[in-house]
C-alpha cells in the first residue's frame, strides 16, 4: 500500500523545484513503493561483475498515482507476486535464467538506460530530478546523465527525510507491532538467561526467538559486565564471556517488521548487584521518566537535549553520547536527532527514542543506556516499549 501523504510529496517537490524523485535505495524505495526484493541489496552482483542489483522508484510532482518501478528482469516473478501499489512497472537486463542463452552471452543491461527511456516517454528529458546523491553510485548517476543531458540533477535525501520524519497511519500500526513484538523477544529471552551462557549464546538465542515472532533480527547486541574490560571509545563486540551474579546484563535490539523497527535497550541485574551499579542504573532511569513529559508537539528537539544534560548536574557522571534520541523508522537512525543543534520541532506521527547513557566504572566499564521508543500524539507520547519492564531485576 502507499505509505507515504503523496499530496505532502508533492508539495515538497514543488518547494523544492523538482519534478520527479528517483529513490535508489532499500529504505526509500520500501517507503515509495511498499516493496523490495527480499534477498537482494545495492550490492548484490548479478550474472556479471559490471552490474549489481538496481531498482528505482520513481514519483512525480503531479501525483494522481503517477509512480513508476524500474527493477531488474530477474526479479520480475517477485515483484508481480508481492504487487505493490504502483502498477507501471519496467524491467531491465535479460533476466536470471543463464541456461536458456545462447552465446554468446547477452548484454547485462543498464538500469539507467531503462528509467531514461521511462523518463522520455513521460516528457522529463529537460526536468528537474531528484536523485539520493549518496548512495546512488558515480558510474550509474554518469550513465543517467549522458542518458539525459537536459535534466538536471538534485540531491533529493533532505526531501526524503521531511516526508519520512512523520509516519502515516499504516506506518504507525506497523511501529507499534514491532515494538510489542520485540518486547516479548526480550522478554523471553531474559526469562532464560542462565550463569554460564555466553554473550554470543544469548545473541544467538535473540536471532531465534525474533523468527519464531516472525520478526526479522535487524541487530542484537548483548553485553555483560562489569567484566575487565576498559571502555574507550565505543562497546566491544559479544565475545565467549559467560555471565555470572553480580553482573549487568545490556542489550540492545532492534526487530524489523513488515519493514519498521522497534529499537530498545535495557540494563538489568542478573543476581545482587553492587549499590553503585544500582544507582547508575536508577539515574538513568529516572533520566528517561522525566523527559517523557518534553515529549509532544511543539517542543524543539534541541530542547529536550538541553533538559537531559542540565540532569547530570550532580550525579559524579557525564553524558556519553552526543545525543539524547533519534527518530526510528526503516532505518534505526532517523532525523530527527534529539541534539543540540537540531531545531526540528516534534510533531504528531513522529516516532523517536530517548536513550541517556552513562558509564558505570567498577571492575572494569560498561555503558548504562536504557532505550525507549515513542510516538509522538495529538496530547504528548505513547510510550510504545512500556511492556518491557525498567526495573533492575525482574
Not at 566491544?236 to 513488515?258: A, H, K, N, T, W
Amino acid at each position: 500500500m502507499r505509505l507515504f501523504d503523496e499530496a505532502k510529496a508533492g508539495r515538497l517537490m514543488e518547494e523544492a523545484g523538482i519534478d520527479l524523485m528517483l529513490a535508489s535505495t532499500r529504505p526509500n524505495v520500501g517507503y515509495l513503493s511498499d516493496y523490495w526484493h527480499s534477498v537482494s541489496d545495492e550490492f548484490y552482483v548479478l550474472w556479471d561483475p559490471s552490474v549489481t542489483h538496481m531498482t528505482l522508484a520513481g514519483i512525480l510532482k503531479s501525483g494522481n498515482g503517477a509512480a513508476f518501478l524500474v527493477a531488474g528482469a530477474s526479479e520480475m516473478t517477485t515483484l508481480e507476486a508481492a504487487d505493490p501499489w504502483i502498477k507501471e512497472r519496467h524491467y531491465w537486463g535479460p533476466g536470471y535464467y543463464i541456461q536458456t542463452w545462447t552465446e554468446p552471452s547477452p548484454d547485462p543491461g543498464n538500469p539507467m538506460e531503462t528509467a531514461a527511456r521511462v523518463i522520455r516517454e513521460k516528457g522529463l528529458a529537460a526536468s528537474c530530478i531528484g536523485l539520493e546523491m549518496r548512495y546512488l553510485g558515480v558510474n550509474y548517476f554518469e550513465r543517467l546523465r549522458s542518458l539525459l543531458p537536459q535534466a538536471s540533477f538534485v540531491d533529493v535525501e533532505p526531501l526524503l527525510w521531511k516526508l519520512r520524519m512523520v509516519k502515516s497511519a499504516e506506518e504507525i500500526r506497523r511501529v507499534r507491532e514491532a515494538c510489542l513484538r520485540t518486547c516479548q523477544v526480550w522478554r523471553t529471552v531474559m526469562d532464560g538467561a542462565v550463569a554460564g551462557m555466553t554473550e554470543k549464546e544469548m545473541e544467538r538465542e535473540f536471532i531465534s526467538v525474533f523468527a519464531e515472532h516472525e520478526m526479522d533480527n535487524e541487530r542484537s547486541y548483548c553485553i555483560f559486565g562489569p567484566a575487565g574490560v576498559q571502555l574507550k571509545n565505543g562497546s566491544p563486540l559479544p565475545s565467549d564471556r559467560p555471565l555470572r551474579e553480580g553482573q549487568f546484563i545490556r542489550v540492545d535490539i532492534q526487530g524489523r517488521y513488515e519493514g519498521y523497527l522497534c529499537n530498545l535497550s535495557r540494563v538489568v541485574a542478573f543476581g545482587k548487584v553492587t549499590p553503585a551499579m544500582e544507582r547508575a542504573h536508577t539515574i538513568v532511569r529516572e533520566m528517561v521518566e522525566n523527559l517523557i513529559p518534553l515529549l509532544k508537539p511543539g517542543v524543539r528537539c534541541r530542547d529536550i537535549r538541553a533538559a537531559e544534560l542540565a540532569m547530570y548536574e550532580g550525579t559524579d557522571y557525564r553524558p556519553v553520547i552526543p545525543y539524547t534520541g533519534h527518530s526510528v523508522g526503516r532505518v534505526v537512525h532517523e532525523p530527527p536527532y534529539l541534539t543540540s543543534f537540531d531545531e526540528t520541532v516534534l510533531e504528531p506521527g513522529m516516532v523517536v527514542t530517548l536513550e541517556p547513557t552513562v558509564q558505570f566504572t567498577g571492575d572494569g566499564d560498561i555503558f548504562v543506556c536504557p532505550e525507549d521508543q515513542f510516538l509522538i500524539t495529538d496530547e504528548g507520547s505513547e510510550w510504545l516499549t512500556a511492556q518491557a519492564s525498567t526495573q533492575l531485576n525482574l
